[in-house]
């Protein structure tokens, strides 16, 4: 299973149309930086932080450098800064700077040829890969209807790395790996108790050695845990996500909720958490998207005034930020770029 992550990056949009011209200084951070030196480990929403109150807002004020051959990719030793043109704010980034082995500086022309895998990415790709690199999201009915272990090596009833196992169901002549899978959660719409998805917890890998009409043999290659009768084979999937990020609001207007954390045993989510959230492709949600997290306000009793209290809904607040990497047809997964309150299940999302 092959994950194409390592090149995911923001492409900063070379021709812009529409530009912030008015609004600078909501636009802008009161302590942005004259220039940014780009170091190793940076990401690129991380360096539009310090110039943006809202980093996602970058490519409105991108200003393509034509000596640059390629500026869609920004790389360790570049440098951002701030200028204006026409009186308007522009970020642009300037490839003239050497960093020494002592850390330091050193301003000079340079021309470099510098592989596209050493561009830093839009957000911390680990923290993706993580979870993508096993499980899968499944419509309803694939994984109940997929092949499935029916035996073990001798009789044996829990099985891991290193054994033989014997899966029922249709197999693929031209298909040699495959992983084994089981049940997780139920992703529902709590507005309208839709199955949005099937979480399939990877438990392994298997490859085939023989086939013999809707039985095969397979070997176990890879364990997480133990494998079990009844465990679903799947063939394996090269996983692939779209290796340009614009950062964006929605196309349409939507208001959906988080409605699972997607770390085990986590009912909070902080900074770099992933969750999955009720709006998906059919809400024209795409990779990329960035939605603002908010919690309801708490509903109160006001005793202030004399002989009479008053129940009243707080406004509600804004807790985070988050940005889709994986949409499908009705749900999608995001990661927490920002958490400034404690953000749980529930809790909405809207508009950034």
């Not at 923290?127 to 419509?139: F, G, K, V």
């Not at 084979?233 to 997607?262: C, M």
């Not at 005793?303 to 988050?322: C, F, S, V, Y």
């Amino acid at each position: 299973m092959k994950i194409k992550v390592s090149s995911i990056i923001i492409a900063l949009l070379m021709s812009l149309t529409y530009v912030l011209a008015t609004h600078a200084d909501d636009l802008l951070k009161s302590d942005y930086p004259e220039r940014y030196i780009v170091k190793k480990g940076d990401t690129l929403w991380g360096i539009s932080s310090s110039f943006l109150n809202s980093p996602w807002l970058w490519p409105e004020i991108w200003h393509a450098n034509p000596q640059i051959d390629n500026p869609h990719l920004i790389f360790p030793g570049d440098v951002v800064s701030l200028i204006y043109i026409d009186g308007k704010p522009r970020l642009t980034v300037n490839r003239t700077v050497k960093l020494s082995p002592s850390g330091t500086d050193k301003l000079s022309p340079q021309i470099r040829v510098t592989p596209i895998e050493r561009a830093i990415p839009a957000i911390p790709l680990d923290e993706i890969n993580s979870w993508l690199s096993r499980n899968r999201i499944l419509e309803p009915g694939v994984l109940s209807d997929a092949p499935y272990v029916v035996a073990g090596q001798e009789g044996r009833l829990v099985l891991g790395a290193g054994d033989q196992l014997y899966g029922r169901g249709e197999f693929a002549d031209n298909i040699p790996n495959y992983g084994i899978y089981r049940k997780g959660i139920d992703y529902i719409d709590p507005d309208t108790g839709e199955i949005l998805g099937i979480q399939a917890r990877d438990i392994g890998n298997i490859n085939i050695e023989a086939l013999k009409e809707d039985i095969g043999t397979f070997n176990v290659t890879r364990s997480t845990g133990d494998i079990r009768i009844s465990d679903r084979i799947l063939p394996t999937e090269e996983r692939v996500i779209e290796p340009t990020f614009f950062p964006s609001a929605p196309e349409d207007e939507v208001e959906g909720l988080i409605i699972s954390i997607e770390q085990e045993g986590v009912n909070q989510v902080g900074l770099l958490d992933v969750v999955a959230i009720n709006l998906g492709e059919e809400d024209n949600l795409i990779a990329g998207n960035v939605l603002s997290i908010f919690k309801r306000g708490i509903v109160t009793v006001d005793r202030t005034k004399k002989g009479k209290a008053e129940t009243i809904t707080l406004p509600d607040e804004r807790a985070g930020i988050l940005m889709v990497f994986k949409s499908f047809d009705k749900m999608s997964l995001a990661l927490v770029l920002k958490a400034d309150r404690g953000i749980r299940i529930g809790d909405y999302v809207r508009m950034p």
